[in-house]
């Protein structure tokens, strides 16, 4: 196993998520397969463990809470989150922190996160009234905490907020990076922002939900001319390349997958600055469905007053990977009258499109593909 070292510790450059554990129906989890995983996980030189308030419909940290008491507290690394990305709970904060330290049977946190910064609760986090990172480390002053940071899914404004106020006393930062997101999610941004504060990144979505594994043939041959190995080491490889990458987590489902992802971090293998580039050229040309620019001169002329740059990135986003959580997440969070849905095809944003995109065409698509996927 490669290790990292942070402060004091050694980490496993490989983390076991615990937001996609195995399940016996919804949010039951199957106790002894996880069971054995964790055991395999441990056998195999895995030491963090990364859960949170909200996986599983709450399971997740009563299951791994479980599980892991059958092993000496010193021998591995529990990571959970303030779950913020739910703005009801910044009133409980305290009673929230009580819980899931119950819930996952410890007295401490190693890693404790604010969960998922964005747009829509960076100003809470912040808020005085709540006062939650200043909850936070006071808990780290008790020792319940021993490191605190944050993961977000925030654009770049939203992270250059909070990183403002509270960048010296985030010790690491969680973001979505993987070859796809590199650019297209600005990762590439964001980590050149926490480098300026000294902060080492944790990867969440390494595989972007399993979709970097499931690459259609072509795809699979693409990215492999260029690394030489297969879709899921390259996906990995490209990882371990970012210089302050620290924790890359992978949220394992089965046993085979986690064999499968323990065998990527027996050895560093790193990329040429050739071939990182090339991986990133690939992945942008994975989520190109329109080629928008997004250079915004369609907007004024929309009388439904539609992002249409931004429908235009969900669009693609969605082609790629129709499943994928946060995409959905993004989708669903758009007000009901900003919906692919509310386009009424009048097409006059098309006449002035550098990009000739036919864009009434491509938001019913997306408008049909979203709904079939809800159906
Ligand atoms: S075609 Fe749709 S997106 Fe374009 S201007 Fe008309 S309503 Fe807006
Ligand atoms: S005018 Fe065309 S390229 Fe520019 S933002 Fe609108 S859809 Fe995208």
Redesign the pocket.
């Known amino acids: 196993m490669i290790y990292k070292q942070f402060k004091d510790k050694q980490l496993s450059l490989l983390g076991f998520g615990a937001m996609r554990l195995p399940t016996e129906g919804k949010n039951k989890i199957d106790m002894a397969h996880s069971s054995k995983m964790v055991q395999k996980a441990l056998e195999s030189g895995i030491n963090y463990f990364d859960t949170a308030w909200g996986y599983h419909g709450g399971q997740s940290e009563i299951a791994l809470g479980e599980i892991l008491s059958k092993y000496d507290r010193d021998s591995f690394y529990l990571a959970s989150k303030f779950p913020g990305y739910d703005v009801a709970n910044f009133e409980k904060k305290e009673e929230i922190f009580q819980k899931q330290l119950e819930k996952c049977k410890v007295d401490y946190f190693d890693f404790y996160l604010c969960h998922n910064v964005n747009e829509r609760n960076v100003d809470m986090f912040m808020d005085e009234k709540y006062s939650t990172v200043e909850y936070l480390l006071k808990q780290k002053e008790l020792g319940k905490i021993k490191h605190l940071g944050f993961s977000a899914h925030g654009n770049m404004p939203v992270l250059k907020k909070f990183l403002a106020k509270y960048g010296q006393h985030m010790e690491f930062c969680q973001l979505q990076i993987n070859y796809v997101d590199w650019t297209w999610q600005k990762a590439d941004q964001k980590v050149q922002l926490c480098n300026k504060y000294n902060i080492p990144v944790w990867v969440m979505e390494p595989l972007r939900g399993g979709n970097l594994a499931r690459l259609d043939q072509q795809r699979k041959e693409k990215i492999s001319s260029v690394t030489g190995v297969g879709a899921i080491e390259s996906a990995f490889r490209f990882l371990c390349s970012i210089d302050s990458v620290g924790m890359i987590l992978s949220g394992m489902s089965t046993l085979e997958q986690l064999e499968e992802n323990v065998k990527y971090f027996q050895q560093q293998n790193l990329l040429t600055n050739q071939q990182f580039d090339q991986v990133v050229a690939v992945g942008k040309s994975m989520i190109e469905k329109?080629?928008?620019?997004?250079?915004?001169?369609?907007?004024d002329y929309c009388p439904q007053k539609l992002d249409?740059?931004r429908l235009?990135k969900l669009n693609n986003e969605h082609f790629f990977a129709p499943n994928d959580y946060w995409t959905n997440y993004a989708i669903g969070n758009l007000p009901q009258e900003k919906q692919p849905a509310c386009c009424i095809a009048c097409r006059s944003?098309e006449q002035?499109?550098?990009?000739q995109?036919e864009?009434s065409k491509e938001l019913a698509e997306f408008a049909n593909r979203i709904k079939k996927a809800q159906n």
């Not at 329109?290 to 907007?299: D, E, I």
């Not at 002035?352 to 990009?355: A, E, N, S, T």
């Open positions: 329109t080629p928008c620019t997004g250079c915004n001169y369609c907007v249409i740059s235009m944003c002035v499109c550098p990009q995109i864009i």
